[in-house]
Structure formats: C-alpha cells, structure tokens
C-alpha cells in the first residue's frame, strides 16, 4: 500500500466503500449547498400554517411555528457534519497519543495509561456526556469536547495492540539501536504505520460522534438552538407533534441520520478490510 | 485400494486459477505406509485434503477420480460423503498447530467421531476414547484436560488417537511432526508406524520431510508443482533416485557422521499459478534442456514400481 | 485453579478503583465545573434557608477540601447520597425504586437483543454471502444506526394511529386493580413499546459481531479437523464454531453496557418510563444536582458490576483463562 493512486486502485473496487463515500458527499454537499437550494429561510415563522402535513410548497411539512421542514432538514447536515468530524478529531488525536506512549513504552507508563482507558470504556460515557453538559451549558463547542474527549478509549487500544508490534520491526529496533529520540521514533517510524487504521477507526469516532451529538440535543442538553437533525426531534417531541402523529415532523431528521451514520460505518468497514488483511480473506 | 486417476484440483485466486493438484495418476495399495513428500505449495495437501473432500470454498475439483475400494468418492453426494470422513477415512493434522478445538476437554474432542458415526451414548464413547488415549501414550491426567494445557507432542498423539477412534481403513497424517522436537518427532512416527502394522492400516503420510518419511514409508511418491516426478518403493527412491529433484532432496540429508555441507536446492519453487508449458522444475534443474519445455508428463518406467517423470530417461 | 482466583482478584480491584474513581470524579466533578452546586445553592429559590444550611453542612463546605473529600466517599459508600433539591427527599429514596423500574425494561432488552443478535447472527455467518444474509446483515446495520428516541417516536405514531396501546409510563393513571395479574397485565402493555424499541436498538450489533467472529472462527483449523471427523454443519457450528464465537461477543457486550445505557436512557425519556433515565432527564430541567450526581454513581455502580459478571461468564466459558 503506497501512495494515494494505489489505495484507490483497490478502494474503487470495493463497493461497500463506495456506496459508503457516495453518501458522505451527498450529505456534504447538502451542507455546503443548504443556503443556496434551501426553498425558505429555516428560521422564517408562519403563523398561518403550524404543523401542516407535506405539500408542494413545504416538502416536509412545517413545524409547530411554521418553520419550513425541509429547509431545517437541509440546514441540519452541517452540524452533524461539522460534530462529527470535529468530535472524531479530538476522539483520534487523543486516541492516538495514548496509544503510541502506552505501546511505545510499556511498564507503568502503559499499565496506567491502559487502566485509564479500561475506565473510560466502561463508564457509561453518554450519561457522563449528559451530565457535564447540562453543566457547561449549550455550546457547539462544548458538545464537540465532552463528545471527543469521552470517546478516545476504543482507537487508543487499537493503536497500543499495533504499537506493541510495530516496536519489534527491524527497523524500528534498528533506529532504537542508532540512539534516536522516543519521539522522533514514535512518531516518524511508528506513527505512519499506525496511521491507516486511525482513519478506519476515525469513521466509526465520526458515526459515533454524529450520534452522540443528535441524542444530546435530543435530550435538551445541547446547543438547542442551532439547527440540528437532533434539535428537529427534540421539538417534534417536546411540541407534542409526535403525539398528535405528524409524522412528517421526525421521519426526515432520522433517516438522515441513519444514512449518513450508515454511511461512514460503510466507510470504516471497507477501510478496515482493505488496511486489515486478516479481515480481506473473508 | 486407492485409485487415483487424472486428478485435478484447482484453486482460484486473485490472479487466476492456481492448478495445485495437475492431472496426477496415483495408485495405492491396501495397508502400507504410502509417503507422499514435496516442499510446500507442491498440492500434497491439497491431494490429501482431496481425499476427505474437506477442500476450503475456494478449491474446485474440475476432473479425475478418485476410487477407493471400487467407489468414485468424488461422485457420492455430501450425505455419503460424511459417513466416510472419520469413519473409514481419518485425518491427522499437525496437532501442535490449532487442530484442537481451544475450549473442548480432549476426551470429549476424542470421542466426537464415536457419536457422529456409531449409535453410542457419550458414557461408552469417553470409555473408549481413554482406551484410545491410554494406546497412544497418554495417561489419565491428560484425559479432562483442554489443549492448552498439554505440549505439542501431547497435541499430536490426541489427533492420532481421535483419527484410530473409529477403526477407520485409511489414515491421511499430514505433517504430523512439523515442528515438533526431534525426540518426538521419531516417537510419533513410531507410533505411526506401530498403529499401521497393528491395524493394517493404509497410511499416506504427507510431509516436506523426506529423510523423516524414508525411515518409515513403504512407498514414497515426490511432488513438485502440483504434479508428481517420481514415485518408488523406499529403497526405490533412497537408493536408485533418477529425477534430479528426488536427487536434489536426497543432497540435503546430511549423511550420519559426516561433515559435508548440506547442498540443497538452489531456486525458488515454482508457482502454481499460470504454471510454464513443460517440466515444473525446469528452472531450478541443472540438466534442463529444450526438449523439457515441451515435456508432456508421460511416464518413465525405471523398474516395476519405480516411475519417473522426466525426460532424461529415454523412451 | 490458581490462574482463576488471580484472574478474578484482577477484576474485582479493577472494579473497585474503576468505583473509586468514579466517585472522585463526582466529587471534583460538582465542585469544579462552572456552574456547579454549590454556587447554585444560594440562588435555589426552592430551597428555604434551612434546607440550605443542611446541605452546606452535609457538603461540609465549611472544612478543608480534603476533609471534604473523605466525608463525600464515607457518604457515597454508606449510600448517602444527599438530598434532592426538586423531590426534597434522599436521593437514594428517590433514586432506588428508579433504578427497579430501569431494571425492568433493561434486563429483558438486554437478554432478548443478545439472543436475537447471536441467532441471527449464526444464520447470517452460515449463509455469507447470499441474499438472507445479505437482508440479515442490512437490518441488523440499519437497527444499529438507527437512534433510539427516533424509532420510538416512530413507534408512538404507529400505535397512536392503531390505537389501544399504551405509549407512556408504566402503569395507566387512576386504575384501582382488583389483584395482582391485572397490575402486571398492565405493566406488559406499557412495557411492550419501550422494550421493543431498547431491544431492535440494541440487537443490530451483536448480530454484526457474532456473524464476524464466527466467519473468523470458520477458517480455523480446528473447524477443518470437525469436518474431518464427519460432523455435519449443524453440529459444526453450534459444537465447534459458537461456543468459541461466543467469547469475542462476551467481551463486547460487556464493553457495551455503557451503550445499553444509553439505549435505556433515552427509551425512558421518550416514552416517559420512570426510571433513571427519565429520572436523570428531569434533573437536568430542575436542575436538581444530586439526582445527576446520585443517578451518574448508581448507574456506572451497575455497569462496573455488570462488567464484573461479564468478565466471570468469559472466564467460565473459556478453558484458557478457567485452567492457567
């Protein structure tokens, strides 16, 4: 695997992959193209025309303060976009620090590191998420922290278990035998090698992410102002909307959702199968 | 009996079809020790693996036959098939590696081809497997144990034992003493050796060893590329070699008490994928010449039972 | 033997650190955040100046931080959790019979997900590659990414729409049973929807495990040797196959708990069950800083405690790590 040409010389023929890469660009281009192709200002009201079901001028209905459906829905893929990738961001860099020390220098160092990551694997993290929230109070940036700080530990064991290996190369023993510093052999002979399954790992830290943020703004804990698909649900319940059946108030957020999830787990697993070669044979 | 005529067993991979067994004519007699020796990717386990029908999804038998006692066990359906596997044909696999499974004690392991074949509850069949195991040199310490816990050499005579459990007429041991120690790799094939005379038998011992398979064989057939070179009687073979690849493994056993450098065979095998028109060994064989690249497999005869394939004997 | 008794003193310290530092970090967690209790205290307009003085006290706000510390873990170990500043009760009181009714929904969406994964998850292994499991592995994928307060609330509009099929809480408002069956028929109709919904969220993963870990344990050798024998696939794959595919989906679902949780948390919310959940979800509205504090300690309690289970049933599954 060298080179960007080559992976994708086996990417284009991985069709789970490509299926997964389609729907991430539909969604971003969604997000990029919202405010040109969006029928109505999200924010605009209509007092004339609370909670109308579908029609020719609303295609997802209006809201309980008539709010265009589907110019929020369009709206919506830039939060979840831009959580996903900034909470798996954080999730990655910091799942990848702990990994290559904990692997690189094993001892203490690891066996502490590691119990910290068996901790915050096993600690409900979303009740946690839930909690600091409601005390840092509403802010994307708030969000985007508790998620990717909250998440790191499944990537820092994927990374420590290849450290463990990669340490024992030739040529790592060799640059180790040259005297070189732990970083510069952490991160310019180790790292690179590690780097491919991060990105397997990334995908699922975004999925993870995407998720995460919709049920906190569900739940009221998040930033309920920006237009989110979460933010969509969480007034469809809370307005009574769901009660009443207007369905077409919570189908569209959800299969959003669940595509652009779907989407990035189709990614990871092509990713996964192409870097993993365990998993290729199968 | 086995009859083995025009097999041919191929696998398809990435880059086309990789030909591991290439039209090979086989005979083998009832109850001896038949070796069937070749580096690896030579299709001796394949050929083996052919005989129990236990080929992995990718593996396709596209022609031949393979009589045993008069029936074509390539033509029974899957049902009949499984009545032979581990009743009439058994199989040992190199124990040492992950033949056992991890979280089954070995008695149990033993005993399971009792239950699938015979009408017999577990009470009588656990009695037998630990006669079994007591046979091949296992006390009653090892019986409740799981594979874990027990050495390679231990490993490889519970394969042995659950392969003797059902009295079966053929045993196909393939590499039974890879990587195991020296000392135990010649008590297995004692052992090996022991159960054959014992039961009469037939036991095609499939090994990279030639030196290991000489000591016991009484037949040894050579495979090189999917398709055989030379097949004899053991003394055949030892004393009277004519392919230069027989040759070639026999210059790698060093003799007792000598100190001569062991020569080996220069060269990489060959692939069995797209393998060249003519002779397999023509670009490792010091005596190629132009007429091997046309060679068409046909048959030498040396002497009676001593076949060679190689154009260096004459018509 | 004594590979096992290391094995579970291992664990049982684990737990107990993971514990202790969990109560740590709700220690410093509701000091140090902005925001935090006992800023919030003197601003509580339903709190009267006594409560307040209570709580100041039961805080030991007045000693040292590290005083204040060891008086917070004697409390959270003796089950003193303080008083809830919306329910002016113990927390524990409040939070207890919550945790039941928790229990009630997640224990059977626990059990009855894991089973439908590993089925579904065996058919669908044993047939890769064709369109069953092809429709197999599509649901479970799309039930796994599918958030829970959505399919709920789908499910709320299909039953309001059927009509007859309780959407909310546990039990119908002002019914006087006549005996105890009435009471749990009651109970079931409510329960119905919400453990549908925790069940469909939660199975979709296992499935997706339990297929991977048995297409992995397929090509083992030892796989080969059972063929070899003449076992059929039947006894293939639930003899040699499963009982070694279970051990990896152990190990997930005891890493999962946490997700179960979540699952749980937000089935609650949606359908108004009272557990903790919804417990934790009115907090958060009323502010009501001891029942987060007492819901975050309860719950990771239980989902230590369920790992520690998990981590017996792997060990008793797996000869390896029973006999060392």
């Not at chain 1, 690189?104 to 993290?125: A, H, K, N, Q």
């Not at chain 3, 601003?43 to 706000?61: C, E, S, V, W």
């Not at chain 3, 230590?304 to 390896?320: E, H, K, M, T």
């Amino acid at each position: 695997m060298t080179g960007l040409s080559d992976f994708w010389k086996v990417f284009k023929r991985n069709k789970m992959g490509l299926t997964g890469l389609g729907i991430i660009i539909f969604f971003f281009l969604m997000a990029v193209l919202a405010p040109f192709i969006s029928p109505y200002n999200p924010n605009q009201t209509n007092p004339n025309l609370f909670l109308s079901p579908p029609s020719s001028q609303h295609l997802f209905g209006t809201n309980e303060i008539g709010q265009d459906l589907f110019s929020r829905n369009l709206y919506g893929a830039q939060i979840s976009l831009e959580v996903g990738f900034a909470a798996a961001a954080v999730t990655v860099i910091v799942g990848l620090l702990i990994g290559l020390i904990s692997g690189y220098f094993g001892g203490i160092v690891d066996e502490i590191l590691m119990r910290v990551t068996d901790f915050f694997l096993v600690i409900p993290s979303i009740v946690f998420m839930i909690i600091i929230s409601a005390f840092l109070g509403p802010s994307l940036i708030n969000v985007i922290l508790v998620i990717g700080l909250l998440s790191w530990s499944p990537t820092a064991r994927v990374v420590r278990s290849m450290v463990l290996s990669i340490r024992e190369w030739p040529f790592v023993e060799a640059a180790r035998a040259s005297n070189a510093g732990h970083f510069y052999i952490m991160f310019r002979h180790i790292m690179p090698n590690v780097i491919p399954i991060v990105f397997a790992n990334a995908t699922m830290a975004i999925s993870n992410a995407i998720f995460s943020q919709a049920a906190l703004v569900f739940l009221g804990v998040g930033d309920v102002n920006d237009i989110s698909w979460g933010q969509i649900m969480h007034f469809a319940l809370y307005s009574g909307a769901i009660s009443a059946g207007d369905w077409w108030y919570i189908v569209p957020p959800g299969i959003f959702i669940i595509l652009l999830i779907l989407g990035f787990i189709l990614l990871g697993y092509s990713l996964e199968e192409i870097f993993n070669p365990r998993l290729r044979r199968v | 009996m086995i009859d083995i005529n025009d097999l041919f067993v191929r696998y398809k991979t990435e880059n086309g079809y990789a030909n591991a067994v290439d039209h090979i004519n086989l005979r083998i007699e009832k109850g001896i020790i038949f070796g069937l020796v070749g580096e690896s990717g030579s299709g001796k386990t394949t050929l083996g693996l052919t005989l129990l029908r236990i080929l992995p999804p990718s593996a396709e038998i596209a022609s031949g036959s393979v009589n045993i006692d008069g029936t074509n066990i390539l033509r029974i359906n899957e049902n009949e098939m499984r009545k032979w596997r581990g009743k009439r044909i058994s199989m040992v696999f190199q124990g040492a590696m992950n033949s056992l499974n991890p979280v089954i004690n070995i008695e149990r392991q033993v005993a399971e081809p009792l239950i699938i074949h015979e009408n017999i509850d577990w009470e009588q069949a656990l009695k037998i497997a630990r006669e079994k195991l007591a046979l091949v040199g296992l006390g009653e310490n090892t019986w409740k144990r799981y594979p874990h816990e027990l050495s390679g050499g231990m490993k490889q005579r519970v394969v042995i034992a659950m392969a003797i459990i059902t009295d079966p007429e053929i045993l196909i041991a393939d590499e039974p003493t890879t990587a195991l120690d020296v000392v135990t790799q010649d008590r297995i094939m004692k052992l090996i050796k022991s159960l054959q005379r014992e039961y009469n038998l037939t036991t095609i011992l499939i090994s990279h060893d030639l030196p290991i398979v000489s000591e016991v064989a009484d037949k040894i057939a050579i495979m090189y590329g999917g398709k055989l070179s030379e097949v004899g009687e053991n003394e055949q073979i030892l004393r009277n070699a004519k392919h230069p690849y027989t040759s070639g493994l026999l210059s790698s056993i060093p003799e007792p008490g000598s100190s001569k450098e062991i020569k080996g065979i220069p060269g990489e095998p060959i692939s069995l994928v797209n393998p060249p028109k003519g002779c397999r060994f023509y670009n490792r064989c010091q005596f190629a010449s132009e007429k091997c690249k046309n060679y068409d497999y046909s048959p030498k005869i040396v002497e009676v039972g001593h076949e060679v394939y190689c154009t260096l004997y004459g018509e | 033997m004594k590979g096992l008794a290391s094995y579970f003193t291992k664990r049982v310290v684990f737990a107990v650190v993971t514990i202790f530092i969990i109560i740590s970090f709700n220690f410093f967690l509701f000091r140090i955040l902005p925001g935090n209790p006992i800023e919030l205290l003197y601003r509580n307009p339903m709190l009267t100046k006594a409560q307040i003085d209570a709580l100041y006290h039961q805080f030991g706000l007045d000693k040292p931080l590290w005083e204040q510390f060891l008086i917070y873990i004697y409390n959270s170990l003796t089950g003193n959790l303080g008083i809830s500043f919306y329910y002016k009760q113990p927390v524990t009181n409040v939070l207890i019979p919550a945790l039941e009714n928790s229990l009630i929904l997640l224990v059977p969406a626990t059990i009855l997900s894991i089973a439908l994964g590993i089925i579904t998850g065996v058919v669908s292994a044993w047939h890769r590659g064709t369109k069953l499991d092809f429709a197999l592995l599509g649901s479970a994928l799309a039930f796994y990414t599918m958030p829970t307060f959505w399919l709920g609330s789908i499910f709320i509009i299909v039953a309001l729409y059927i009509g007859g099929i309780p959407v909310s809480g546990m039990y119908s408002l002002g019914l006087n049973y006549t005996g105890i069956i009435p009471r749990i028929m009651d109970l079931l109709s409510h329960l119905m929807l919400p453990l549908i919904t925790l069940t469909l969220v939660l199975y979709g993963e296992f499935t997706i495990i339990m297929r991977n870990s048995l297409i992995d344990v397929f090509t083992e050798d030892y796989i080969i040797t059972a063929k070899a024998k003449g076992a059929d696939d039947k006894r293939i794959i639930w003899e040699h196959a499963y009982p070694n595919a279970l051990l990896p989906m152990v190990s997930i679902i005891a890493i999962n708990f946490g997700l179960v949780v979540a699952g749980a948390v937000l089935t609650e919310t949606v359908f108004s069950w009272p557990g903790i959940g919804l417990m934790i979800y009115d907090a958060i509205i009323s502010r009501d800083y001891p029942i987060l504090q007492g819901a975050f300690l309860i719950i990771s309690i239980t989902v230590v405690i369920a790992n520690l289970i998990a981590d017996f049933v792997y060990s008793y599954l797996d000869p390896r790590i029973r006999y060392k």
